[in-house]
């Protein structure tokens, strides 16, 4: 007969969720990956301002980069469904870390670990066996208790065991430090639940189903959908308003994407007063409110006042005190036509509205948005030593013309010296993506502007420019080697003419298109003497017509202001629609910037915060620590412990404990309890 073998494979099991699932979710390495991605998160939406229009994050960082950081929801990470997602399962993970070791951790709290033998103490690295004094007759339960006193002594808490014919003193110390790692992650996992409850989970779903309508265009709130709208019972929002003194509001303004909703608020908030103080350089050195809060439930109107860092909360809503900006000041110009003859007209705005302007037969829209009342500039040369002052007043507007197209100015109220002299800086820019381009228009010696505008008019007189021309064709002022002579008025005509459409940059265009390379310079600067003596010419006329002789001699500031109208008059042609506004008078209106916010995971957060602290507290200063005495029979003592976290100090505490009880002994002060 045979032996028959029957090869089978082994059975493979199946693991069951719990048994594959769990240990991955409570690993320690899946807790620690979370946490660092969500830390690198955190420092991204704290460098990153967030919630803010995505027109300032185009400018800021260009189209492709903008396009990258929306797809990751870097302009609202703590709201980004990939960052409430990491809180889920980190939630879940600590969770399971938890479940899985808390009460294992409560049982060797409570443990003693009465249950060693005089074998097992004996191996420690740390055992040592105390002899007795000869001829001694106490019994174990006596050196226990001997020992059991000095070890308390010490600061454990002790435990006395009979273990057969010998007697074990159990001691332990710092248990505490296993509550830490509880509170720890208990405290974590509270953090993350609070930071859920706040993650607005509602007004993503809504906006993703479209119940929620984002709008997108500038519009007062009054015009805004309903479709746009939150009630108040938002669980959790966070927005901006900004409220004129003397005005209130009952909604504030939540960025969403490239646009906004209007949350409701369950209450109104009035601005009574808004004040803000300035140091000497007129830098805002601290602002505050006083607020009015209107509300049914209360039988009156509270009052109160809010500054940086002293918000006030209602209802579960609380109001911060964010920016200030202007509230819609009155505002008077004069508008200046430059160069069209048309004489100077006055004009009142509010800031926030638009007016008409009708210069040269066209017509154009005013946009006034924004007057600051200081303006603090650093003017120190050195740039190591910084110097603040305040310029003064300006304002910021557009003017649309019948096009549609819109050019930004940003006009200054006061003069400006540079190098001395005054000047009136208005700048101009095409998108917001640019930086302002400053005009000096020259005040001289006079201290106004009315100087640089009638020699501006005359300039731009084709008649007085003809008259200029034949004057420096007949005397040869405008002969070069680029101009026939049989047509010098006419040349120097059309170079005058060339200069007021297009400046200086127009007529380096005609030498580089009209002159061989070599020549350029010398052209160029033919070209430039023939526009700076007809300035000059201009100039005298402006002073005969002024009552200042003309036989007055010109001193260095009659030289640099006709350099400095010519630098002007080259930046005009770029300068967008014929017309300087002169800001003249103004009747300041501020408003207060307010940001509220109704978090409910707040107090969550604040709870988690306390435990984590307290959990690491005792992870780090608590030292858990275990001594075992055990008195045998013969009299000796087996003295062994165990330390964790191997803290220095704890072999020196084994050693004095030694020299108690070994003292003890050999002194027979041990009495026997037989």
């Given at each position: ?278 140091y000497d350089t007129g830098q805002p050195k601290s602002f505050e409110t006083d607020l009015i809060i209107h509300d049914d439930d209360l039988a009156e109107p509270l009052e ?371």
């Amino acid at each position: 007969m045979s032996d028959v073998t029957t090869n089978s494979k082994p059975t493979r099991t199946r693991g069951t969720w719990s048994s594959i699932w769990l240990p991955t979710l409570g690993s320690m390495n899946f807790a620690i990956l979370l946490l660092m991605i969500l830390a690198v998160a955190s420092v991204v939406g704290s460098v990153l301002q967030q919630n803010q229009p995505y027109e300032d994050y185009v400018i800021k960082f260009g189209s492709f980069w903008f396009q990258v950081y929306r797809n990751l929801g870097l302009y609202d990470v703590y709201s980004a469904w990939w960052f409430l997602a990491i809180l889920v399962f980190l939630c879940i993970s600590v969770s399971v870390c938890v479940y899985r070791n808390a009460p294992g951790m409560m049982r060797d709290v409570r443990r003693w670990r009465d249950d060693m033998t005089t074998r097992s103490l004996e191996r420690m690295r740390n055992a040592r066996v105390l002899a007795p004094a000869q001829n001694s007759t106490a019994d174990p339960a006596a050196t226990a208790e001997f020992c059991r006193a000095a070890i308390a002594k010490a600061g454990y808490r002790c435990r006395v065991k009979a273990a057969g014919p010998n007697t074990l003193v159990s001691a332990k110390r710092g248990e505490g430090n296993r509550f830490g790692y509880l509170a720890t992650h208990i405290g974590i996992i509270v953090i993350c639940v609070g930071g859920l409850f706040d993650g607005n989970f509602g007004l993503m779903f809504d906006e993703m189903s479209g119940r929620i309508q984002i709008e997108r265009r500038a519009i007062p709130a009054s015009e805004v959908g309903e479709s746009s709208r939150l009630d108040t019972g938002s669980s959790t929002f966070r927005g901006q308003v900004n409220i004129p003194e003397g005005s209130q509001a009952d909604f504030i303004f939540l960025n969403i994407k490239d646009g906004y909703v209007i949350q409701h608020l369950p209450f109104s908030v009035e601005v009574k007063e808004f004040r803000v103080e300035h140091y000497d350089t007129g830098q805002p050195k601290s602002f505050e409110t006083d607020l009015i809060i209107h509300d049914d439930d209360l039988a009156e109107p509270l009052e109160h006042t809010i500054a940086v860092n002293h918000p006030l909360t209602h209802k579960g809503v609380t109001i911060y005190q964010a920016s200030f900006q202007d509230g819609g000041s009155s505002l008077s110009f004069t508008a200046w036509p430059l160069g069209s003859g048309d004489r100077p007209f006055d004009i009142e705005g509010v800031v926030g509205q638009n007016e008409t302007l009708r210069i040269g037969g066209r017509q154009y829209e005013l946009e006034l948005d924004d007057f600051r009342k200081f303006n603090v500039i650093d003017v120190a040369k050195d740039k190591i030593q910084p110097d603040f002052n305040n310029i003064g007043s300006s304002v910021t507007f557009k003017v649309r013309g019948p096009d549609g197209k819109a050019l930004e100015y940003h006009n200054y109220m006061s003069p400006i010296l540079v190098e001395g002299r005054p000047y009136l800086l208005a700048g101009v820019r095409s998108t917001p993506a640019e930086e302002f381009n400053y005009v000096h228009i020259p005040l001289g010696k006079t201290g106004d502007i009315n100087r640089f505008m009638s020699l501006l008019n005359r300039f731009r007189d084709d008649e007085e420019l003809a008259r200029i021309a034949d004057g420096l064709a007949s005397s040869g002022g405008a002969n070069d080697a680029a101009t026939p002579r049989d047509d010098l008025g006419g040349k120097t005509l059309a170079l005058l003419q060339l200069f007021n459409s297009r400046g200086f940059n127009g007529v380096d265009e005609l030498v580089k298109k009209n002159v061989p390379e070599t020549e350029h310079a010398d052209v160029f600067q033919a070209y430039f003497n023939i526009i700076r003596i007809a300035a000059a010419q201009l100039y005298s006329d402006q002073l005969a017509s002024e009552g200042i002789s003309s036989g007055q001699a010109w001193t260095d500031d009659d030289t640099r202001y006709i350099a400095d109208f010519l630098s002007a008059a080259t930046a005009l042609p770029d300068y967008g629609p014929p017309v300087y506004l002169q800001l003249k008078q103004f009747e300041h209106r501020e408003a207060s910037g307010l940001e509220m916010t109704k978090s409910p995971g707040k107090p969550l957060v604040y709870l988690g915060s306390a435990l984590l602290c307290i959990g690491v507290f005792l992870l780090f200063y608590i030292n858990p620590r275990r001594i075992w005495a055990m008195a045998r029979e013969d009299g000796a003592v087996v003295l062994a412990g165990v330390n964790h976290r191997k803290v220095p100090g704890f072999e020196a505490e084994l050693d004095a404990l030694r020299t108690v009880i070994q003292t003890g002994l050999e002194s027979s002060t041990i009495e026997s309890t037989r």
